[in-house]
Nanobody, 127 residues
């Protein structure tokens, strides 16, 4: 079983920064597609950023230019560097992984394409 653990959540002021880490229990390079998602009560889980096993990257429009997803295959870790945080960024952030390979293109910001999920780490941004 693949296990994912999110680290680095916490509180920040608007305009501040946080760095989230997702540690995966096995090798992810060329084997897994990885994504960061967030969710607030009463709303659907939304994709924030994703990096595929072949290093294709996609960001949600709401975070483009502010967030950066970084995959370190040697450490089996995916980072989410969050800059210029806004109160609307407050959410539970989840790391997700997919090990099913397909030649068909996918929108990797959709939760349905991921099989494994971490427990989440909370991010709170104050104004």
């Amino acid at each position: 079983q693949v296990q994912l653990m999110e680290l680095g959540g916490g509180s920040a002021q608007a305009g501040g920064s946080l760095r989230l880490s997702c540690v995966v229990s096995r090798y992810i390079g060329s084997k897994y597609d990885m994504g960061w998602f967030r969710q607030v009560p009463g709303k659907e889980r939304e994709g924030v950023a994703a990096v595929t096993r072949y290093d294709s990257i996609k960001y949600a429009d709401s975070v483009k230019g502010r967030f950066t997803i970084i995959k370190d295959n040697a450490k089996n870790t995916v980072f989410l560097q969050m800059e210029y945080l806004q109160p609307d960024d407050s959410a539970m952030y989840y790391c997700a992984a997919n090990d099913y390979y397909t030649d068909s293109p996918r929108n990797w910001l959709l939760p349905v394409f991921y099989d494994y999920w971490g427990q989440g780490t909370r991010v709170t941004v104050s104004s």
